[in-house]
């Protein structure tokens, strides 16, 4: 318990100082942000930067420390502006904070996490970034962001512990700054209050349980945090420092697709945004470079690990790299598809290839996850039409607000995903994004006036505390089935306690502890450990 305390309070106080720092010394905005904002975008800062560091030293906990360090210097040398946006309400921390405990002690692991996950954190840890990685373990291409920020924020005798707080600190700002933006926002408008509300439930609803985040939800919530910060800060504040602005929102889009590239279609947000504005974004050359870096950061990551610029996109390999992994990259895709597809359940006489053709798959896989699909589309329509019944008495005015451009963008990231959805990737797991985009195009429609939520209003309070009870009563009955004890280490069981070790041509690295998955098991005989100055590097033997 203490662990889990300490930490908590550590890893915010860096993440709200590196936000702090980023908005107010290196954007110098002048936008008044609230507490969970800074401290989300500092999350975000920190990272986009972890990559950049472990491309040379690797994130052992001299880092975090160092960052501490710099945290205090900051905190020290800028106590005014670290104080003055540093208000909460305690209610709201108090509640958040509980529930956030409830998770960490109600929760297991991800599956994941002993398939890939830890392995790719512990190298992360042990050395520095090393090149062709995706030989090692194909997941290891796919470079997700969230899981060298895992690296980053955790330390080494408590690292299964941290990787719990890191999810859930992101749980307690989102839900955080909801609920504080419901609450306590005097200026929002009708819209933004429904947006807020309706995220809202559907967060407390369904992401009642860590062991399901592994790098999917936390992408989701960013997610949600981004659909928030364009209503707040291009339709309600529109004129308030645009350019920072944009910066901020792609630089959110980038570190999500980072996380989990199925994200891409959500750059449309951005994308429409630099269209109908680019002579002014152009004409600022200076800040276009916190927009460069990040995409930079993102692309170098890719093709260090794999070869590609989007691993496993085999045409946007690199075949003249020595760890160029093209061939790997279609095994992959190719595997991963047919997993997706529920090809583990299919009991016909098909072979892999005319299986996933003309929808061959698609009885089997409807079949194996029915009941979630049923249960998500239940909880989209038991929110909508609570925010309906929430709002029901606003009368209909001409609309004042512009709403086109977050229209439009979800509508293209709904068919976008659909399209991803039905051809390549039918989990839902890793869908939320199409769900949220549809219940918030929905929910757009209705008719409202731009009448502000009272605190009175009954069925705001009667709504959320239902949500509230829910989730709590989920991780009670979790944490009374692990007989109120919460032990990583028992949990995740003896036998799988550490990460395998490996090795190639002398040179040591981590794997996950499930050698019999599907795409678990390389073969690296063909492959051999080149030293490069200070970088490590796997690649073909026969490449010359």
């Keep these: 318990m203490s662990t889990v305390f300490f930490h908590s309070f550590l890893f915010i106080f860096i993440i709200y100082s590196n936000g702090l720092f980023f908005l107010k010394k290196l954007l110098k905005s002048k936008i008044e942000f609230n507490f969970y904002e800074i401290s989300l975008l500092g999350l975000l800062l920190t990272l986009i930067i972890s990559p950049l560091i472990n491309f040379f030293v690797p994130l052992s906990d001299i880092v975090i420390i160092i960052n501490f360090l710099f945290s205090l210097a900051f905190l020290f040398l800028n106590q005014k502006i670290f104080f003055r946006n540093a208000k909460v309400n305690l209610k709201i921390i108090f509640l958040v904070g509980i529930l956030m405990l409830a998770n960490i002690y109600g929760s297991n692991f991800s599956d994941d996490l002993e398939h890939y996950h830890y392995g790719s954190i512990t190298n992360s840890d042990e050395m520095k970034v090393i090149w062709g990685n995706s030989f090692l373990h194909p997941a290891y291409g796919t470079t997700s962001l969230w899981l060298t920020g895992h690296s980053y924020f955790n330390f080494d005798h408590s690292r299964l512990i941290d990787i719990h707080v890191l999810n859930g600190l992101i749980l307690f700002l989102i839900l955080s700054l909801f609920l504080s933006e419901i609450n306590f926002n005097k200026k929002s408008d009708s819209f933004f209050n429904k947006l807020v509300f309706s995220i809202l439930l559907f967060i407390l609803i369904k992401y009642t349980r860590l062991k399901e985040f592994g790098i999917d939800r936390p992408a989701t919530l960013l997610f949600c945090f981004l659909i928030y910060y364009y209503y707040k800060f291009f339709i309600t504040l529109k004129n308030k420092d645009f350019i920072n602005n944009f910066i901020i929102l792609f630089l959110i889009s980038i570190i999500i697709i980072s996380i989990k590239i199925i994200y891409l279609p959500i750059l449309t947000i951005s994308i429409l945004i630099f269209f109908t504005n680019r002579k002014k974004i152009m004409n600022r050359k200076y800040q276009l470079i916190f927009i460069i870096i990040p995409v930079l950061i993102f692309l170098l990551k890719n093709i260090f690990s794999s070869g590609c610029l989007i691993f496993p996109l085999e045409f946007t390999c690199l075949k003249f790299l020595s760890w160029s992994n093209h061939l790997g990259s279609s095994e992959f895709s190719s595997m991963s598809e047919l997993i997706n597809k529920s090809w583990n359940s299919y009991s016909g006489n098909l072979s892999q290839f005319d299986y996933i053709k003309d929808f061959n798959w698609f009885s089997t896989s409807f079949e194996r996850g029915k009941i979630e699909i049923l249960e998500y589309f239940f909880t989209i329509f038991l929110v909508i039409l609570a925010t309906y019944l929430t709002y029901r008495n606003s009368a209909f005015k001409k609309q004042i607000i512009n709403l086109d451009i977050l229209r439009i963008s979800l509508f293209f990231i709904v068919i976008f995903s659909l399209v991803i959805y039905f051809f390549k990737n039918p989990v839902?797991?890793?869908?939320?994004?199409?769900?949220?985009?549809?219940?918030?195009?929905?929910?757009?429609?209705?008719?409202?006036?731009?009448?502000?939520?009272?605190?009175?209003?009954?069925?705001?309070?009667?709504?959320?505390?239902?949500?509230?009870?829910?989730?709590?009563?989920?991780?009670?009955?979790?944490?009374?089935?692990?007989?109120?004890?919460?032990?990583?280490?028992?949990?995740?069981?003896?036998?799988?306690?550490?990460?395998?070790?490996?090795?190639?041509?002398?040179f040591e690295y981590f794997i996950g502890w499930y050698g019999s998955a599907p795409i678990g098991n390389q073969d690296i005989s063909n492959k051999k450990h080149v030293k490069f100055l200070i970088f490590d590097i796997i690649s073909n033997k026969n490449y010359k």
Aim: charged content about 20%.
């Design 428 to 506: 839902l797991r890793m869908n939320h994004h199409l769900l949220i985009s549809l219940m918030i195009f929905l929910i757009s429609f209705l008719r409202s006036n731009n009448q502000i939520i009272k605190k009175k209003n009954y069925l705001v309070n009667f709504f959320l505390i239902f949500a509230f009870i829910f989730a709590f009563q989920k991780n009670f009955v979790r944490i009374k089935d692990n007989n109120f004890v919460n032990n990583p280490l028992m949990i995740i069981s003896n036998k799988i306690a550490e990460p395998r070790q490996k090795e190639i041509d002398n």
